[in-house]
């Protein structure tokens, strides 16, 4: 009879590389890394095809996303911060549902649409 690990240990043996095949340990855990830098690079390409140049792009995200303009006050740059984090934080969560799903081996397309009817009965219950 053998033994079924639960998430929380193949989660830990996956963060601890204790998994017979180390290589895949480390390739698992880089991998959004390396998600990100080419999502990043084709973000880049399609800068420079529109004819803009990639640093001026790069400056834009990070001043209209997160709040560093020059005439912004330290409470603006945290209320702009905490309201990109407010309104991400949904996402994150609807994210992590699809993971655990995926854990448990299951196929979950309708997490956009739980998403927005949560969003919708939160809206009616606040109002009733």
Do not use: C
Request: charge should be positive; aromatic fraction near 16%; charged fraction near 10%.
């Amino acid at each position: 009879m053998s033994h079924k690990k639960s998430f929380f240990e193949s989660f830990r043996d996956k963060i601890t590389f204790r998994d017979s095949n180390f290589k895949y340990g480390v390739l698992e855990g880089i991998s959004p890394i390396i998600g990100f830098l080419i999502a990043f690079a084709i973000l880049m390409i399609i800068v420079v095809i529109v004819g803009e140049s990639p640093a001026k792009a790069f400056g834009a995200i990070f001043k209209y996303s997160l709040g560093f303009g020059s005439n912004m006050t330290f409470k603006m740059v945290i209320t702009k911060i905490a309201t990109l984090i407010s309104v991400a934080s949904p996402l994150f969560i609807t994210g992590l549902a699809v993971a655990i799903a995926f854990q448990a081996g299951v196929f979950n397309i309708g997490v956009e649409g739980q998403y927005f009817f949560g969003g919708l009965i939160g809206a009616v219950a606040g109002i009733y």
